[in-house]
């Protein structure tokens, strides 16, 4: 995994990702204002089901982690809205 260390910004909803595969699921997702999509993954996390991740669809968030292949593991963030 070639993970990168990032800080991104931008809003956070729910959205199929992975259609038609295994894999298809809701995730929370954000999206930058330039279009990018990373599935968010608390550090810690469950990556199924997390409820402190729930609670961000619907805000503007910064976020720092990694990022790989359309996923950010979230190490820290914030609401900016």
Not at 54 to 81: C, F, P, Q, Y
């Amino acid at each position: 995994m070639d993970a990168k260390a990032v800080t991104v910004e931008g809003e956070v909803a729910h959205e199929v990702v992975a259609p038609g595969s295994k894999s298809e699921r809701q995730a929370v997702v954000l999206t930058t204002p330039s279009g990018e999509k990373y599935v968010l993954q608390r550090e810690d996390g469950n990556p199924f089901v997390d409820p402190s991740l729930e609670n961000l669809v619907g805000h503007s968030v910064k976020a720092e982690g990694l990022a790989t292949s359309g996923l950010l593991i979230m190490r820290k963030w914030k609401t900016t809205d």
